[in-house]
């Protein structure tokens, strides 16, 4: 069982920057697949970036991609998601989730049946 606390959101405005940390428990959590995924209001939850268990493999979708970085720190068992330059489209829940059994990326990574477990989510409010 993997337990996963996000951190880190907040306001700013745009064009500032945040830093989430999801913070995983359990044994091997530092083994497995992570992701980022974002809720706006009235929207379907939507991939934004995921990484392999030792931080060689990741993917970010488009809108993200030169302004987003997805890192891990297995020995303290936590997934960042530097965001810069940020829009008030970017405004949304976002959620860390966990792929269990796997230390790879299971394809493709904005699958959200990919993942098994997941955060609480953390508010994310960007102002104009």
């Known amino acids: 069982q993997v337990q996963l606390v996000e951190s880190g959101g907040g306001l700013v405005q745009a064009g500032g920057s945040l830093r989430l940390s999801c913070a995983a428990s359990g044994r091997t959590a530092s083994s497995y697949a992570m992701g980022w995924f974002r809720q706006a209001p009235g929207k379907e939850r939507e991939f934004v970036a995921s990484i392999n268990w030792n931080g060689g493999t990741t993917y970010n979708t488009d809108s993200v991609k030169a302004r987003f970085t997805i890192s891990r720190d297995n020995v303290k068992n936590t997934v960042s998601l530097q965001m810069n330059s940020l829009t008030p489209e970017d405004t949304a829940v976002y959620y860390c989730?966990?792929?269990?059994?796997?230390?790879?990326?299971?394809?493709?990574?904005?699958?959200?049946?990919?993942?098994?477990?997941w955060g609480q989510g953390t508010q994310v409010t960007v102002s104009s």
């Open positions: 989730a966990a792929t269990a059994g796997t230390y790879y990326i299971i394809l493709p990574p904005s699958d959200i049946s990919n993942y098994d477990y």
